[in-house]
C-alpha cells in the first residue's frame, strides 16, 4: 500500500518545490547588481530586459517564485526601476497594482492599475503589453503603447520606484 501511494504522488509534483528556485538563483547568479545612470538614478533597462528573459527561460516548467529583491539588487533605495514589455510579460499582474509610476524625470504620474494584452494576428502573430496607471484624480491613462523606451535618450518613459518593488513579487504567484 505505502509503495502505491508513493507511486500514485510521484505523479504530482508539489506545487512549490524550494529546489526550483536554488537551481534558477544558481544559474542566473542572483541577485543581479542593478547598474544605475541618468538623473534620477534608475536602471539601466538593457541589463533588466536580459535579465527577465533569461529568468523566464530559465524558471520555464518550474515552480519558483521570486520577489523583485531575490532577482535584483540595487545599491539606492531611491533608485528607480524600467516598466518594459519584457517586464508586464513576467510580473503576474496583481503584483503591481498600486504600485508609483512615474515619468523618466522622476515626477510622479500615479498608480499602476493594471496590464493591457494586445495581440495581432494575421501574416505575423505577436503579443504585446502596455499597461495603465490612475493619475491624481483616479483617471486611466494608458502608458506604453507603442513604446516604454524613449528612442531619442535611450531611457525608459515609465518608472516605478525600486524601494516599493523589492518585496514585490516578480516571478510566480504574487
Not at 536554488?22 to 530586459?49: C, D, F
Not at 499597461?131 to 483616479?138: N, P, R, S, T, V
Amino acid at each position: 500500500m505505502k509503495m502505491l501511494l508513493v507511486v500514485l504522488l510521484a505523479g504530482f509534483p508539489p506545487l512549490v518545490r524550494a529546489d526550483d528556485c536554488v537551481a534558477v538563483k544558481a544559474q542566473l547568479k542572483l541577485p543581479i547588481q542593478l547598474k544605475l545612470g541618468g538623473k534620477p538614478k534608475q536602471a539601466r533597462w538593457a541589463q533588466v530586459e536580459k535579465t527577465l528573459t533569461r529568468l523566464r527561460e530559465e524558471a520555464r516548467g518550474s515552480s519558483c517564485e521570486l520577489s523583485f529583491g531575490e532577482v535584483f539588487s540595487a545599491a539606492r533605495e531611491d533608485a528607480f526601476f524600467p516598466i518594459l514589455h519584457n517586464l508586464l510579460r513576467t510580473v503576474p499582474e496583481e503584483s503591481l497594482v498600486g504600485a508609483s509610476v512615474f515619468a523618466q524625470n522622476g515626477h510622479l504620474l500615479g498608480k499602476f492599475a493594471n496590464r493591457v494584452t494586445f495581440q495581432k494576428q494575421g501574416e505575423y502573430n505577436y503579443t504585446t503589453y502596455y499597461f495603465q496607471f490612475a493619475d491624481g484624480e483616479g483617471r486611466l491613462q494608458s502608458g506604453g503603447n507603442p513604446s516604454l523606451i524613449d528612442h531619442y535618450t535611450g531611457r525608459a518613459l515609465y518608472l516605478l520606484r525600486w524601494s516599493e518593488l523589492a518585496e514585490r513579487t516578480l516571478l510566480g504567484e504574487p
